[in-house]
């Protein structure tokens, strides 16, 4: 038993440094700009984005480009 609680200890351990040498690798956090990075609607100091859809819309466009 000792042995499956290990290997999942184990597989955690090397997920989460994965996880985490992602994250490093990942573009810098965009900075504030005051309106939304897609629609350019104005934004509160804490905001990117107006909603979900805009943030995904960019995020999506972002990677069609790196692929050209």
């Known amino acids: 038993m000792a042995d499956i609680i290990d290997k999942a200890n184990d597989r955690a351990a090397l997920d989460l440094q ?9 573009a810098p956090p965009l900075p504030y700009v005051g309106q939304c990075y897609n629609c350019e609607a104005s934004l509160p100091p804490s905001m990117r984005f107006c909603d979900g859809d805009c943030c995904r819309d960019y995020e999506k466009r972002q990677r069609a480009e790196a692929m050209r």
Request: glycine share 0%; no cysteine; hydrophobic share 80%.
């Open 18 to 26: 994965r996880a985490l040498a992602a994250a490093a690798r990942a």
